[in-house]
């Protein structure tokens, strides 16, 4: 009788297991405050769908925050939390935060107690913090994706907890434990590696596909710094290209440099940002050039994009080496933990950027190493290998599968 109970439990171990291998997966996602942490989820979150399109994922973040409004646009379910981030500062101001945190941890349990997800996947910002902590103390399993070089501080709490570290960029010094860590870069949409370059793209921007083309991007908010740098740069560069008259474009006319044999052309996304002087300048000395606030299909750009000049957050870097583009990074200065900066070091570090330090940035410094890279052959085609060699454009992919077997 003993001998058959226990055949029975055995059966019943092996039935629940079978049922736990077909039934649905359930996924939460968490972290948010900025696009820089919103789109790395949606991006696992399209990637597991690929997966499975039988999963069941779920987003929770901050009720007033951007990600309650592009969430819901990419057709998620999205679940509100009260949250908000600690002052740097220890002052009056922590008291009520310290309430809203713990409202936000409350509101946590209770949604992971009704969706009882397989796994909670945080992407960083400080609304992902109540969530995973809440999904520790269920005892479910989680797992972090980490964009920057330097972890944010939620992340650097959570990794003693998870079963994953996803990071973008190798770790020059151990900031997790390294038996949880994956060098598998940042989830960046497909279509970003996977649209060709085309004499039509060219012809759509009124650009000439014999010329290099300089992609300018501040960030999709632009940058006020990196777009006064080239207008000031404007009358340098003049000097690194030509204009011919059977190629003029929307830049007007030929350039009074047209013996010289080096030529560039611009397209730049200066956000909201005096777009105007922009193309006044690149007009004014004869530089191809196409000038938007924003480009929807960002993809057409980076195909056509022979060098990129940019800030360095951890999604534009990943951009950026998934497509081996060699880059001259601007980083920005006063980022949270100066991410920008250590991002933009570790790619110049293999190879594939030239850093210029925004404080002592001039016009014609950029000339210059613009026109090195552009001249330069083999320069050129060093930092083109190197950035390819760092760039991870299955990331999503490698991510979403690892998340899998986690379940």
Same mark, same amino acid.
């Given at each position: ?62 009720s ?5 409004t ?77 964009q ?9 709490i ?53 010329r ?30 030509c ?9 007007g ?23 105007d ?24 750009? =980076? !195909? ?8 360095? +957050?951890?999604?534009?870097? #990943?951009?950026?080496? /998934?497509?081996? &583009? ?18 933009a ?12 330090q ?21 320069? =050129? !085609? ?8 760092? +760039?991870?454009?299955?990331? #999503?992919?490698?991510? /979403?599968?690892? &998340?899998?077997?986690?379940?």
């Open positions: 009788m003993k001998n058959e109970n226990t055949r029975s439990n055995g059966q019943v171990v092996q039935v629940k297991n079978k049922d736990r291998e077909n039934r649905t997966k359930k996924y939460v996602l968490a972290g948010g405050g900025t696009g820089g942490h919103i789109y790395p989820a949606i991006g696992i979150a399209q990637a597991l769908q690929r997966l499975d399109s039988q999963v069941d994922v779920v987003f929770i973040g901050g007033n925050r951007l990600e309650a592009i969430i819901p646009q990419h057709d998620f379910q999205f679940l509100p939390i009260t949250v908000e981030g600690f002052p740097r500062n220890l002052t009056w101001k922590w008291f009520p935060v310290i309430i809203k945190v713990c409202i936000g941890l409350m509101q946590s349990l209770k949604y992971l107690k009704q969706i009882k997800p397989d796994v909670v996947i945080g992407t960083g910002g400080y609304v992902s913090g109540p969530v995973l902590f809440a999904a520790w103390l269920l005892d479910i399993p989680i797992a972090i994706q980490e920057n070089v330097s972890p944010g501080l939620t992340n650097s959570l990794a003693r907890w998870a079963k994953s570290a996803y990071l973008a960029l190798p770790q020059e010094t151990p900031r997790f434990p390294e038996h949880i860590v994956q060098v598998t870069g940042n989830p960046i949409r497909p279509g970003i590696t996977e649209f060709a370059r085309d004499e039509n793209t060219y012809s759509k921007y009124k650009l000439c596909p014999d290099k083309t300089v992609f300018v991007m501040g960030g999709s908010q632009g940058s006020q710094t990196v777009n006064d740098v080239l207008i000031n740069a404007a009358p340098f560069i003049a000097e690194y290209s204009t011919h008259n059977s190629e003029s474009n929307i830049a006319g030929e350039s009074k440099n047209s013996s010289k044999t080096i030529r560039i052309q611009i397209i730049h996304q200066t956000g909201k940002i005096n777009g002087a922009v193309h006044a300048a690149y007009a004014e000395h004869g530089i191809p050039h196409h000038v938007q606030p924003f480009f929807d299909k960002v993809e057409e750009i =980076y !195909s056509i994009a022979d060098i990129m000049i940019c800030r360095a +957050g951890g999604m534009t870097v #990943s951009e950026v080496t /998934a497509c081996g &583009i060699p880059a001259i990074f601007i980083p920005l200065p006063a980022a949270v933990g100066n991410n920008q900066v250590d991002n070091e570790s790619v110049a570090k293999a190879g594939a950027a030239v850093v210029l925004q404080e002592v940035l001039t016009a014609e410094i950029l000339a210059d190493n613009l026109y090195h890279i552009v001249t330069d052959q083999d320069t =050129y !085609s060093k930092m083109k290998s190197a950035s390819k060699k760092l +760039g991870h454009p299955s990331a #999503s992919q490698a991510i /979403a599968e690892s &998340i899998y077997k986690l379940a």
